[in-house]
């Protein structure tokens, strides 16, 4: 299922050339578009089935592409609904609202990203998933999760390598950056 849009995007955008015309971008980025949306919709049909109603029911489903030729290619998000942010004084987020922030608070993110040359090696593309959590009310209830459902929250981090970033440096986290995501959010918390 991955290796099809990985493919598509090394065969129009090849890793070994960084520079793309702006032509080259525009003319197949909607192709590259519809193919992450394809694979964002099987995932969440197979994932729907384990999870309440509400959780897609109160968000909104958004298929966004650089207008210009970017490392990732198209992203795919899972984002509250406008009214959320109309309910907690916020700004919808951009594109809906052009002049609103990136950040959405909460969301799940697919990126569909190209591959390029680097220093010793080629970076082939690839398929990223985030999960972001920004804004100081979406983190004290993420924290509020975190407390209550803290051995569900570590089995899920421990199945994969997921890796743990923050905006800001935090000392007691950057002390053990190989230790692992979940002891990193441990500490942040």
Known sequence: MLDIP????????PSA?????????RSNLPALCNELGRIAQTLIDAVKPSLPNRVFSESKQELLGSHTAAIVVSEFR????????????QLVPSPENPGG?????IEITF????????????RHPWLAMEFSVWGVRERACFHEFFVD???????LILLKKFQFSTACVFDNVDRVRGAGAFKQLDLYY
């Open 101 to 105: 922030p990136h950040a959405t608070g």
């Open 111 to 122: 990126s569909l990203c190209r591959g390029y040359p680097a220093q010793h090696a080629i």
């Open 78 to 89: 899972l984002r509250p609904q406008s009214g959320y942010y109309t309910k907690t004084s």
């Open 17 to 25: 050339d960084f520079a793309i015309s702006g032509e080259a971008w």
């Open 6 to 13: 990985l493919r598509l995007v090394e065969q129009v955008f």
């Open 149 to 155: 459902q803290r051995r569900f929250v570590e089995k």
